[in-house]
């Protein structure tokens, strides 16, 4: 089984953020660059983006959660070629 990749909340400038919503659910698949999760900073919304191609696997934290820079905020599991269907 491949190892879980995390998904960490970047430096956004500020020393707390709030999750204020999830895009993804467990079991979805995603690929890299696609939002997963939105946070708030004073003034403005942050979308936080998927850094690899993959299923989510589990979230870490929840909804209206305050978080610091480096915060785990859920992981993917690497997404395995799919197969195209037989003719």
């Not at 989510?56 to 395995?80: A, F, K, N």
């Amino acid at each position: 089984m491949k190892e879980m990749v995390p998904i960490v909340l970047p430096d956004l400038g500020t020393h707390w953020v709030t999750l204020s919503a999830w895009y993804v659910h467990p079991g979805e698949r995603v690929y890299a660059g696609d939002r997963v999760a939105e946070v708030l900073i004073p003034g403005a919304t942050v979308d936080i983006a998927a850094p690899i191609d993959g299923v989510l696997m589990e979230r870490q934290v929840g909804v209206d959660q305050r978080l610091s820079p480096g915060s785990i905020l859920g992981y993917l599991s690497p997404s395995i070629a799919e197969e195209e269907p037989s003719p």
